[in-house]
T-cell receptor, first 116, second 115 residues
């Protein structure tokens, strides 16, 4: 069975500092995709970044980067220069590659609080 | 584009009542999904659809039914609501092209309370 683990229920970071949110996954498939979503207090799910299992370079999107370590099965999200608006829940998710349904399996999330 | 919309935004039901949640997307996406989110947990897949007229069970399908009669709409039904179905429900849609996957776009959520 495939599984996503986020071991940090909550984290604090000082404004303007960088922070890493951990995500490990478990799969026996060779082809898979990893996603990070942000959920602010307003409740919507906002897509941040995607990493494919065959991508050789780590994905980056503005202040977000994904530290992909395939051998360790980890896909940590790095947020650089944290802003107050980054305070939110962050979910790591993995796409199931089988049957082409593109279903996502989500971790339990990490609540990030940015301190001024 | 409105993206993914959900109706209603909030609802309170009594145990045993039924209701239907409506999800609509205007992006011509093939794939649509219903998730539920409970406190302290990530999203869990209830049902999904890979195209008009097709549906399939996800991780937690018991107590729910779905229909996808039109490509743009995905309905989630609760035939006899139970307190355990108190949750926030999210609809999402996505598409793929030439084997490449694109991210799932989420609706704003429906907060359902069953008393």
């Amino acid at each position: 069975a495939q599984k996503i683990t986020q071991t940090q229920p909550g984290m604090f970071v000082q404004e303007k500092e960088a922070v890493t949110l951990d995500c490990t996954y478990d799969t026996s498939d060779q082809s898979y995709g990893l996603f990070w979503y942000k959920q602010p207090s307003s409740g919507e799910m906002i897509f941040l970044i995607y990493q494919g299992s065959y991508d050789e370079q780590n994905a980056t999107e503005g202040r977000y980067s994904l530290n992909f370590q395939k051998a360790r099965k980890s896909a940590n999200l790095v947020i650089s220069a944290s802003q107050l608006g980054d305070s939110a829940m962050y979910f790591c998710a993995m796409r199931e590659p089988m049957d082409s349904s593109y279903k996502l399996i989500f971790g339990s999330g990490t609540r990030l609080l940015v301190r001024p | 584009n409105a993206g993914v919309t959900q109706t209603p935004k909030f609802r309170v039901l009594k145990t045993g009542q039924s209701m239907t949640l409506l999800c609509a997307q205007d992006m011509n996406h093939e794939y649509m999904y219903w998730y539920r989110q409970d406190p302290g947990m990530g999203l869990r897949l209830i049902h999904y659809s890979v195209g008009e007229g097709t549906t399939a069970k996800g991780e937690v399908p018991d107590g729910y039914n779905v229909s996808r009669l039109k490509k743009q709409n995905f309905l989630l039904g609760l035939e006899s609501a139970a307190p355990s179905q108190t949750s926030v429900y999210f609809c999402a849609s996505s598409y793929s092209s030439q084997g490449a996957l694109y991210e799932q776009y989420f609706g704003p959520g429906t907060r359902l309370t069953v008393t």
